[in-house]
């Protein structure tokens, strides 16, 4: 290849979109939505009842559960020992948060560990957290980082969009402020790095798989705010 057509075609590279803009593309409707569901305003204008807010607070501990099992399963698949690493530490860091959370946050709701030891999962949460795991364990290190995704990078968006307009309810302003923060951006940052040195080897059939379980995720991320506004229990 001539010194020319290398500097043009360098500069193609570097012109072309991220495969994670393309992946956020495809999901701008659904996250428009997300952050018009009352759950997320009602968090902002400190309106959420309190009793939402403790069922979301019980089903994301359960949930935190299962995510990191699923995090864990994805170390093990990943191409480079620096990924897993990274990957491992943040398996870590969600029980981590899962006990900071109970200890600070559901404590002064009232929910006991006891009570947290004995709740169950409800329909959404449960759906949500097995597409994950069967995911990790079924599908490639690529699918299941694609499915992974939008937890980190959704929640990011929404805590910074919601820091924008403040709470004027402590409990929830904190909550806000612990997706907001400047390191939690950090590591969505490592994880969407990851994504696009995947994607970019990726033949367009992984791609395209990839695109279809980054949307499902974030469909169920929506899905578990609007769970949590509705209370869901099982039935009959």
Not at 164 to 182: F, L, V
Not at 204 to 218: E, G, I, V, W, Y
């Amino acid at each position: 290849m001539r010194r020319r057509e290398l500097i043009l075609f360098q500069l193609a590279v570097r012109a072309a979109p991220k495969f994670t803009s393309e992946l956020w593309a495809g999901i701008v409707p659904v996250y428009n939505k997300t952050l018009a569901h009352p759950f997320l305003t009602g968090l902002a204008a400190g309106s959420l009842a309190r009793p939402k807010f403790r069922f979301y607070l019980v089903q994301d501990a359960l949930y935190l559960v299962e995510y990191s099992r699923a995090l864990k399963i994805l170390a093990s698949k990943s191409p480079k020992p620096e990924w897993a690493l990274a990957l491992a530490r943040d398996a870590i860091e969600t029980m981590e948060v899962e006990r900071k959370m109970h200890k600070e946050i559901l404590a002064s709701y009232s929910v006991t560990a006891s009570e947290l030891a004995a709740a169950t999962m409800a329909p959404l949460c449960y759906a949500y957290t097995n597409h994950l795991l069967l995911t990790c364990q079924r599908g490639s290190f690529s699918d299941g980082l694609a499915a992974m995704l939008p937890c980190y990078w959704v929640y990011w968006e929404v805590g910074k969009h919601l820091k924008k307009k403040g709470s004027p309810e402590p409990a929830y302003q904190r909550w806000i402020d612990q997706y907001a923060g400047a390191g939690y951006g950090q590591t969505v940052e490592r994880v969407l790095a990851m994504m696009d040195e995947e994607a970019a080897a990726a033949p367009p059939a992984a791609k395209t798989r990839m695109k279809r379980l980054f949307t499902l995720s974030a469909r169920y991320e929506y899905l578990f705010w609007d769970m949590a506004w509705r209370q869901e229990q099982w039935l009959p």
